[in-house]
């Protein structure tokens, strides 16, 4: 048999925006999240579904860090892509950026089966922070856009179970710590592109899992599934279920329809054209939610898919699967087991009526023929890969090295560990943390609890101490974490880490003129500390200035705020967050209208968050008139 599958790295060419670099100051705060059920629901949820709303939600984003560095200034910029095709399809995958699959192809007819972002903008909606829209993305952690949105993934050509190439795409997820893999092939002749994927629990207890495969479709697509009703997830954060939405239903704001499959029927969904062509989606039983999302028809929406996107390149809705009915739970992984299931992406062609998209499903790739495909895969799950095509993180090498866990098909081979990981493997090998060479902001804290152990039993140098309580903070210790901070602010070298960290803590506390007075001592130290206008201590420098800002304005240290202002770099000033900060620091320093030409003037909050109200909230306060559609973001009623 004559093999034609073909794997090979390319660039693609666009306008983007570069991520810069993370934030380091440690995520000390709760996820803020806007997709939680309202507890008054559960009642009346399916039993499965009430138990795992409320099984194990994510209540630290530690040990990964925010991903805010990014900016909207958009440059032509080569992204390495790496493209598997056969003579029927052609995927372009970005190892680089969180594996998305940015392209899928059909060639016989030239149709792009995706919605095809034009351009690479960074927006707040990952887990951490950066995330961008199109295409089919893998997410794997919790709730939300997996924080690997914007990360390198590991990559490699394995063999495929028909002989050929396959691609395979693996990594550590940090937050769960679960190993997991996407295997991409296409068949000699194959309509779909198969995607193989598997998460694997090596701990000795089990672990919450989430999974949502999200695919990006043009707007104007009609979404079909094999269901009558679904669950409703809109502004109101209530769940509730009514009729599938007709396409030609009017939506105001951003809504989720998660579909209710009926037990034992196929899982699948499509988004088709108005002549009936476009793009199905299935799997095996194990993968059994499916979901619509829309933007919906208000202006908030409409800006909102403007920001990701750029003026004039047309709206997109999702086509998603997971692994729960709906994206609010999280499923159990036992100890020492996995979970696999096999996804199905390809061209179709039918009315848009349930039955007839079914029927021509069956007809183009039929059920039992998925589920045979997914049997061939199995076995070749654990192949070792063979050439390697990119490289992800070394977070992975570490924790085989600490366990010696054997993870046939993903190996996270010891050569990838870079400098994030050098101290860690030291603790490792040696029992001490080693103190930083040079003076700079603090690396990235490991918080599981074997690390934490470590720690603990690491002679008490403050670095190490610093890292203790992040680690004690992450584990619900607050109050031996702020002993931990508090003792190394004896004998520490570099005070501001250790204060911004005790100032998170008053604020939790609700001690909130303590904590802006730490604030203000931790900037002025970071200030005398600073070395260089590098990338790391602009990061800090950034990260901590806007903390600090925000903090001494909420208790009306207004003189301090502008102390703060003052000695921020213009680079820094004149990004959009520090534009709207400076919009409200002249508010409360009564100059309302200069406060009023910041706006006049124009700015944009790259890091705007999902669903935040902070530039509505602001633009309340300086008078009566409408938002400017340029400002308005809003995602329900009653944002300002």
């Known amino acids: 048999m004559v093999i034609v599958t073909r794997i090979r790295r390319e660039v693609l060419t666009l306008p983007a925006a570069e991520l810069g670099p993370d934030n380091p100051l440690p995520p000390l705060r709760p996820p803020g999240e806007i997709h939680r059920a309202d507890e008054r629901d559960r009642d009346d949820l399916p039993a499965d579904v009430a138990r795992q709303l409320g099984y194990e939600p994510l209540r630290s984003l530690l040990p990964v860090r925010i991903r805010d560095g990014y900016g909207r200034t958009r440059e032509t910029r080569a992204l390495d892509t790496l493209v598997i095709e056969n003579d029927r399809l052609r995927a372009t995958v970005l190892p680089g950026l969180g594996g998305r699959v940015a392209s899928l192809v059909h060639l016989p007819t030239g149709r792009e089966l995706l919605y095809r972002n034009p351009v690479f903008q960074p927006a707040n909606f990952a887990l951490n922070g950066a995330w961008y829209s199109g295409g089919i993305e893998w997410n794997i952690g919790a709730t939300g856009h997996t924080a690997l949105s914007c990360a390198p993934l590991h990559a490699a050509r394995v063999r495929a179970p028909d002989g050929g190439d396959m691609l395979r795409l693996w990594e550590w997820e940090r937050l769960r710590d679960l190993p997991f893999q996407v295997d991409l092939w296409l068949p000699d002749g194959s309509d779909f592109l198969y995607v193989g994927v598997r998460v694997r629990n090596p701990h000795e207890r089990p672990v919450p899992l989430y999974w949502w495969s999200n695919t990006a479709v ?57 002549d009936g062509h476009g793009l199905a989606q299935t799997s095996t039983d194990e993968l059994r ?18 920001w990701l996107g750029g003026p004039g390149t047309g709206g997109y809705r999702e086509i998603q699967a997971g692994l729960a009915r709906t994206q609010l739970e999280h499923v159990r992984l036992e100890a020492e087991s996995e979970v696999s299931w096999l996804e199905a992406y390809g ?57 010696d866990w054997k993870l046939p098909g993903t190996p996270f081979a010891e050569s990838t560990l870079g400098e994030d990981q050098a101290p860690w493997l030291e603790l490792l090998r040696t029992g001490t943390l080693p103190e930083p060479r040079r003076v700079r902001p603090p690396g990235p804290t490991l918080v599981a609890p074997h690390w934490r152990d470590m720690l603990e039993t690491a002679p008490a140098t403050p670095h190490t101490e610093y890292h203790l309580g992040v680690a004690q903070w992450h584990a619900g210790d607050r109050a031996q974490a702020v002993r931990s901070w508090e003792r190394a602010l004896q004998l520490a070298p570099s005070l501001w880490p250790l204060l911004r960290c005790l100032a998170v803590a008053d604020r939790e506390y609700g001690h909130h003129e303590r904590a802006a007075e730490r604030y203000a001592d931790a900037f002025d ?43 921020l770099s213009p680079a820094i000033r ?45 633009w309340q306060r300086l008078g009566d008139e409408p938002l400017p559609g340029r400002y308005d973001f809003r995602m329900r009623p009653g944002n300002p």
């Open 289 to 306: 939610g499916r979901k619509l999302f829309v933007w919906g028809s208000g202006p908030g929406g409409r800006r909102w898919q403007e």
């Open 347 to 403: 061209p179709l062609s039918a009315s848009h009526d349930v039955e007839t998209v079914e029927e021509r499903l069956a007809a183009v790739l039929p059920r039992a023929a998925l589920d045979a495909a997914y049997a061939a895969w199995q076995p070749y799950a654990d192949t070792a890969p063979g050439e390697i095509l990119a490289v992800g993180s070394g977070w992975g090498a570490l924790e085989v090295l600490r366990t």
């Open 574 to 618: 004149e990004r959009g967050r520090f534009r709207l900060l400076e919009a409200e620091l002249l508010l409360a320093e009564g100059r309302r209208a200069a406060a009023r030409a910041v706006f006049e003037d124009g700015f944009e909050v790259a890091d705007l968050r999902e669903g935040a109200d902070d530039i509505g909230r602001l």
């Open 218 to 274: 043009p707007e104007d697509r009609r979404v079909v599934g094999p269901a009558a009703e679904a669950w409703e997830f809109g502004p109101e954060r209530r769940l509730r279920r009514v009729p599938v939405p007709s396409y030609d239903a009017q939506h105001p704001y951003a809504t989720d329809y998660f579909y209710d499959i009926p037990d034992g029927r196929r899982r699948w969904i499509a988004a088709l054209d108005a």
């Open 525 to 567: 130290d970071l200030c005398r500390e600073r070395r260089d206008d590098g990338e790391a201590w602009t990061a800090a420098a950034a990260a901590l200035g806007r903390e600090a800002l925000e903090a001494l304005l909420r208790v009306r240290r207004v003189a301090d705020a502008r102390t703060v202002w003052e000695a």
